[in-house]
């Protein structure tokens, strides 16, 4: 990134001004006895001194956000509703929009529609670090047309993630997680240029494995990434498991756990049988890689970790961040869950509120709402 993004502390007193602040309260929510309610208000509370701040300085605020995917309909499981209440409780006297997904135009980036959002307002303030990836109308739109400049968090979260990777304390070691290999390539990639070793685990470690002639019985694979897979290993920095634990193919599994016992296959998962977790020699491996580092950045689990039964790789990669004395950066919304399962998170240097934002950050280097923040000339 080359110009540095533009700060709402330029503004000085806001007596009198409206304040239109984009944030991204897109938090999970369950049914607790027959009511919608927010089951982790991390986001909400992020942007408390944000709504704070501006109202010390007389501003009326009003916070925008996404909440789901309601593909521009009305859709009253998608309102925002329950995330009303947990602010009204967190900071009385900030008003939220409803779902700006229920308007076709915010995902169409409808200059029209993000017109219609800052209408009577003097100042939009960018503090959704983790829908700044979507080059959507409320992120892109008011920079255009109003004074504009990004959140606190926002900033903490670009200076955070890039300053890390333009010079990090060395060793930095980068651990990749998570299933969807498609998605985490390309940041593996990148981390192997810039990190001493790129740990892989999760499910997307078993394609990795098959490029060494290791069987992987029914676990998740795709072949038309062995090729890549094969040249990163290549590279010398990426440590795939040595083992690997799991389940017989097609025994039920996930957040309450079944009756199965899990198995611990060594190096090669047989037939019939398919990976879940990565094994204790990969898991002691890793994290006496971890202990030596000054710098770590996680992103997705080792395994299928909201399963009980499974979550011993992702506990002993979790714990060895924790206890690290260096610089350890949480992205990803299932490796932030995994760190909170285990009451870790005040034990790492920075918790990203982002997950796709963070990991196109780390592979990118910019996002669209950040690029639109710069070229703001109002
Ligand atoms: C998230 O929770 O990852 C962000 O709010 C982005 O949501 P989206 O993937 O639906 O755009
Ligand atoms: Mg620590």
């Not at 983790?130 to 926002?154: D, F, K, V, Y």
């Not at 920075?350 to 000339?377: C, H, I, N, Q, Y």
Request: with cysteine; glycine share 12%; net charge negative.
């Amino acid at each position: 990134m080359t110009t540095p993004l533009p700060s709402y502390e330029r503004w000085g007193d806001l007596t009198g001004k409206r304040v239109l602040v984009r944030v991204d309260f897109n938090c999970p929510v369950a049914d607790v006895d027959g009511v919608t309610t927010v089951t982790d208000d991390f986001r909400i509370r992020s942007s408390v001194p944000l709504f704070e701040e501006l109202k010390a300085k007389g501003a009326t605020v009003v916070a925008a956000t996404h909440f789901g995917r309601p593909k521009g309909q009305v859709d009253e499981r998608y309102s925002v509703a329950p995330i009303r209440v947990r602010l009204e409780q967190l900071c009385p006297g900030v008003e939220l929009l409803e779902n700006l997904r229920f308007n076709p135009g915010e995902e169409a980036n409808d200059p029209a529609f993000g017109a219609s959002l800052v209408e009577g307002f003097d100042y939009f303030i960018n503090e959704a670090f983790g829908a700044s990836h979507r080059a959507h109308a409320s992120i892109m739109i008011p920079p255009t047309l109003i004074p504009s400049a990004a959140g606190p968090n926002l900033q903490k979260e670009v200076s955070t993630i890039l300053g890390l990777l333009e010079n990090p304390a060395r060793p930095f070691v980068a651990i990749v997680g998570g299933a969807k290999i498609g998605d985490k390539l390309g940041i593996v990639r990148v981390l192997s240029e810039k990190a001493d070793t790129v740990i892989v685990g999760g499910g997307m470690a078993f394609t990795f494995e098959a490029t060494q002639g290791r069987t992987i019985g029914e676990s998740l694979f795709n072949a038309s990434y062995l090729e890549e897979c094969a040249s990163l290993l290549q590279g010398g920095k990426v440590l795939i498991p040595e083992d690997s634990r799991g389940l017989k193919a097609g025994v039920p599994f996930g957040p309450g756990g079944g009756p199965d016992e899990v198995v611990e296959f060594g190096a090669n998962v047989p037939d019939g049988y398919e990976g879940f977790d990565i094994g204790p020699k990969a898991a002691a491996q890793f994290a006496e890689v971890i202990k030596g580092a000054a710098t770590i950045l996680w992103n997705g689990p080792m395994g299928v970790f909201e399963d009980p039964r499974l979550s011993r790789g992702t506990e002993i990669v979790a714990r060895a961040v924790a206890a690290s004395d260096g610089i350890s950066v949480i992205g990803g919304g299932d490796s932030v869950a995994a760190i909170q399962s285990y009451g870790l998170e005040d034990q790492v240097s920075f918790v990203s509120t982002g997950g796709g934002a963070s990991l196109e950050l780390v592979e990118l280097g910019d996002l669209p709402g950040l690029k639109a923040l710069r070229e703001s000339t109002k």
